[in-house]
């Protein structure tokens, strides 16, 4: 190829990808699409949250409908029919007796 040829580019008519600035047009239809995209993920994320809780919801009533009747008895009887209440007093030591201090725990 000779230097005073003109060799094909991409400038000018010849040009297969011409690089144009975005009119105003293209910027607001490609700013609506991306604002409506957005919206429509929050959409779907919200669904999600929705859907999961109400899973949740679900097998926690579930499980405290199927367990009813064991806290029921539970309640009546306790286990090896032994019920603890009442207050303990701890005699103290000589020691503990110098430093004033007297503990009374409640069950």
Same mark, same amino acid.
């Given at each position: 190829?000779?230097?005073?040829?003109? $060799?094909?580019?991409?400038?000018? +008519?010849?040009?297969?990808?011409?690089?144009h600035?975005?009119? +105003?047009?293209?910027?607001?239809?490609?700013?609506?699409?991306?604002?409506?995209?957005?919206?429509?993920?929050?959409?779907?994320?919200? %669904? =999600?949250?929705?859907?999961v809780?109400?899973?949740?919801?679900? =097998?926690?009533?579930? %499980?405290?409908?199927?367990?009813?009747?064991?806290?029921?008895?539970?309640?009546?009887?306790?286990p090896?029919?032994?019920?603890?209440?009442?207050?303990?007093?701890?005699?103290? $030591? +000589?020691?503990?007796?110098?430093?004033?201090?007297?503990?009374?725990?409640?069950?």
């Open positions: 190829m000779r230097i005073d040829q003109e $060799r094909p580019g991409l400038t000018g +008519s010849n040009a297969r990808f011409c690089m600035s975005p009119s +105003s047009l293209s910027k607001a239809v490609a700013f609506a699409l991306s604002a409506v995209l957005l919206a429509m993920a929050f959409m779907l994320s919200v %669904l =999600v949250f929705a859907v809780v109400t899973g949740g919801l679900l =097998v926690w009533g579930y %499980l405290w409908w199927r367990t009813r009747d064991l806290r029921k008895q539970m309640r009546e009887r306790p090896d029919g032994h019920v603890i209440e009442g207050e303990v007093i701890r005699e103290l $030591r +000589s020691h503990e007796k110098d430093q004033g201090c007297r503990e009374v725990w409640r069950l």
